[in-house]
């Protein structure tokens, strides 16, 4: 039993995890088939349609640790923040994941969007200038969707493909679906 459990699902799993503990598991429509534990806290959680899943974590090497794993529940890849994560999101086959953090100094609030190929250490960094992250998720022909405080972003190939501006409206409410 989890005391804050959240649920993200995909086509071949779905995952549960507790946000104030280190437990999660993973289910098919028929039965749990994977429990594990995490070394620290676990923030977030996301899970691919193929069943890539990542956990993310505090970490004593930096702020957070991102983890992902194949849909045979080995770790493939981990990657580290220093800056404050909202979210994280796998493409449905699992070989991308952003890692969403956000950053306030004197000079504004940017995004930071990091895209990691799954399984190497290889990524890319896009910087969005004056927007808050809010959620992301992929949609299905691979756009990184990224919803903002001021904008929905599509993200595509390493690089800002469009961005539709909200016109000074918050949004409170979403959902993201192929």
């Known amino acids: 039993s989890f005391s804050k459990p959240r649920l993200d699902t995909g086509d071949k799993y779905a995952l549960v995890y507790d946000t104030d503990g280190t437990g999660y598991c993973l289910y098919t ?3 749990r088939v994977f429990s594990g534990k995490t070394d620290e806290k676990i923030e977030d ?21 991102v983890t992902v794993y194949d849909s045979d529940f080995r770790s493939l890849t981990k990657y580290y923040k220093d800056r404050y994560v909202l979210d994280i ?3 449905a086959e699992g070989r991308e994941i952003a890692i969403v953090s956000a950053d306030a100094s004197a000079s504004g609030i ?6 990691g ?6 990524s890319t960094v896009i910087t969005l200038d004056g927007l808050m992250p809010v959620s992301a998720g992929y949609a299905d022909d691979g756009t990184l969707l990224l919803l903002c405080d001021g904008a929905l972003v599509g993200i595509s190939d390493g690089k800002t493909a469009w961005q539709k501006e909200l016109s000074g409206v918050a ?4 959902d993201m679906s192929g």
């Open 89 to 91: 999101a796998l493409e």
């Open 171 to 174: 949004p409170v409410c979403f």
């Open 117 to 122: 190929k799954v399984g190497t250490e290889e």
């Open 45 to 65: 959680g996301c899970v691919s349609r193929d069943g890539h899943y990542a956990l993310m974590t505090r970490s004593e090497d930096a702020k957070l640790a």
């Open 110 to 115: 940017s995004c930071e969007v990091m895209l």
């Open 29 to 31: 429509t028929v039965t």
